[in-house]
């Protein structure tokens, strides 16, 4: 019973989850483009900046039913609207209630259509932005940077060389090298001024981006999915120090 289910459920939870994380996405990268003013609009804009990436993923997948996904979005909150008019609903309970509805609905969608599949596309836009997800989620994670820049303390950079030097597959000498580096690096911000050692926190996150770039080229010691995440997230962190502060 378990090994005749497994291969039909897991699919569904792998499409699922895809879908999660491109909403989660959309939320962070289309949400704060526009601010509406008023419940109607606001919820429709939410259901939007969800469905867009959504739709995208799922037409880089192949998968069908883009549309009736889409409404399973946008159904709640448009349903949610008629108690809100008729004054049994503040407009936070309609956006949190229509967040609520839409997964169960979502799911219906999922498991009546049993994962349906077509030919992926071959738009060279939809092609590309798939291709490049990490890149994506990283500008989606680092996204309010921008708005309120921080400066990491130095020690994230040492955790950041960490994750090489323990999961890398090879060249454990250089990755055990530029550890040393920003150790070094680390004991220079703390003598230096505090400008100064904001400046030096910058160069070390904007080092560590070409670092990444540098290991996804030669697709060397970890995944090419999380040195090119880290590269686009590094590089965020380190112009919006530079930008804050200069």
Do not use: K
């Not at 969608?109 to 994506?136: F, I, K, M, Q, Y």
């Amino acid at each position: 019973m378990t090994t005749t289910a497994s291969p039909a459920v897991r699919p569904l939870v792998r499409h699922g989850a895809e879908m999660l994380v491109a909403m989660l996405v959309g939320m962070a990268l289309l949400g704060p483009l526009w601010t509406p003013q008023g419940v109607e609009p606001a919820a429709l804009w939410m259901a939007v900046s969800m469905s867009v990436p959504m739709a995208l993923w799922m037409r880089y997948r192949g998968h069908g039913r883009i549309l009736e996904m889409c409404a399973a979005m946008a159904v709640p909150y448009l349903v949610l609207l008629v108690p809100y008019w008729a004054g049994l609903l503040d407009g936070e309970a309609v956006e949190m209630g229509g967040h609520l509805l839409m997964l169960p609905a979502m799911a219906a969608v999922l498991v009546l259509r049993r994962h349906e599949h077509g030919t992926p596309s071959a738009n060279p836009v939809v092609r590309t932005l798939g291709d490049h997800w990490p890149a994506v989620v990283a500008l989606a994670v680092s996204f309010g940077f921008w708005q309120s820049p921080v400066v990491p303390p130095v020690w994230t950079l040492l955790l950041c060389q960490a994750a090489y030097l323990f999961w890398g597959r090879r060249a454990p000498g250089m990755q055990l090298a530029v550890f040393g580096g920003y150790l070094a690096l680390a004991a220079v911000v703390f003598v230096v001024s505090p400008t100064a050692g904001v400046v030096l926190i910058a160069l070390g996150w904007g080092a560590h981006a070409v670092w990444d770039v540098w290991h996804h080229v030669r697709d060397a010691v970890v995944p090419r999915w999380w040195s090119e995440f880290c590269g686009v997230f590094d590089l965020v962190i380190a112009v919006t120090i530079l930008l804050r502060w200069f």
